[in-house]
T-cell receptor
Framework: NAGVTQTPKFQVLKTGQSMTLQCAQD?????MYWYRQDPGMGLRLIYY???????DKGEVPNGYNVSRLNKREFSLRLESAAPSQTSVYFC?????????????FGPGTRLTVL | AQSVTQLDSQVPVFEEAPVELRCNYS??????LFWYVQYPNQGLQLLLK??????LVKGINGFEAEFNKSQTSFHLRKPSVHISDTAEYFCAVSLYTGFQKLVFGTGTRLLVSP
C-alpha cells in the first residue's frame, strides 16, 4: 500500500499561472482533505470531501478549487497563482467523517509562487 | 469555535532527557484530542489520540499524553528522548459531533542534541 500520494513534490510558478495538485489514496477511504502549512501557522484546512461526489470549503478556500474525481482521487487547483499561495500543501484521507478517526497524510507538495 | 495553543515554538533538549510539549485548547463543547508528528520533509502521522476513558493516553515511540479537562490541556511527554525524536509536533482538536474537521496548533519543533 502506498497510502496517500501527491504529485508533484515541488513546483515553482509565476504569478497568474495555473496548476493542479494531484492526490490519490489506496486505502478505500471515504473522506479526503487539502491543507496548507505555513511557518508559525500550523495546518489550515482549504477544502474537504466528506464522500465521493461532495466537496465543501474549509477555513481558507479563497483562490482554490477542488475536484473529487472518484473515491481515490482529490485534486486541488490554483486558477491564478499569487505569491500568498506559496506554501506546503498536504492531502489527507480518513476512513469516514467521524470525529474520532485518524487522518493519513501524504508527503506534501512544496509550491513557490514568484 | 475551538482553538489550540502550543506556546512553545521550539524545545531544545539533550538526548535521554525527559520532555514535555504543551498544548491547551479552548472549546465550548466536548472535543477529541490528537497529537501528530511531522519528521523532516514528510507528512504528518498520528502519535496518539484521546477519545474518552482514561486520561492518560499512550502512543507510539514511547510518547504519552494526559488529558486535563479542568485545565483544558493535553500535554505530550516522553521520559527519555532520542535523536530520532527530532521533529515537529502538532496538537489538534476535533468536535465530538458532525464531520471531522481538525483544528491544529501552530506546532512545536523538538530539537534533540547529543
Amino acid at each position: 500500500n502506498a497510502g496517500v500520494t501527491q504529485t508533484p513534490k515541488f513546483q515553482v510558478l509565476k504569478t497568474g499561472q495555473s496548476m493542479t495538485l494531484q492526490c490519490a489514496q489506496d486505502m478505500n477511504h471515504n473522506s479526503m482533505y487539502w491543507y496548507r502549512q505555513d511557518p508559525g501557522m500550523g495546518l489550515r484546512l482549504i477544502y474537504y470531501s466528506a464522500s465521493e461526489g461532495t466537496t465543501d470549503k474549509g477555513e481558507v478556500p479563497n483562490g482554490y478549487n477542488v475536484s473529487r474525481l472518484n473515491k481515490r482521487e482529490f485534486s486541488l487547483r490554483l486558477e491564478s497563482a499569487a505569491p500568498s499561495q506559496t506554501s506546503v500543501y498536504f492531502c489527507a484521507s480518513s476512513e469516514g467523517g467521524e470525529s474520532s478517526n485518524e487522518q493519513f497524510f501524504g508527503p506534501g507538495t512544496r509550491l513557490t509562487v514568484l | 469555535a475551538q482553538s489550540v495553543t502550543q506556546l512553545d515554538s521550539q524545545v531544545p533538549v539533550f538526548e535521554e532527557a525527559p520532555v514535555e510539549l504543551r498544548c491547551n485548547y479552548s472549546s465550548s463543547v466536548s472535543v477529541y484530542l490528537f497529537w501528530y508528528v511531522q519528521y523532516p520533509n514528510q507528512g504528518l502521522q498520528l502519535l496518539l489520540k484521546y477519545l474518552s476513558g482514561s486520561t492518560l493516553v499512550k502512543g507510539i515511540n514511547g510518547f504519552e499524553a494526559e488529558f486535563n479537562k479542568s485545565q483544558t490541556s493535553f500535554h505530550l511527554r516522553k521520559p527519555s528522548v532520542h535523536i530520532s525524536d527530532t521533529a515537529e509536533y502538532f496538537c489538534a482538536v476535533s468536535l465530538y459531533t458532525g464531520f471531522q474537521k481538525l483544528v491544529f496548533g501552530t506546532g512545536t519543533r523538538l530539537l534533540v542534541s547529543p
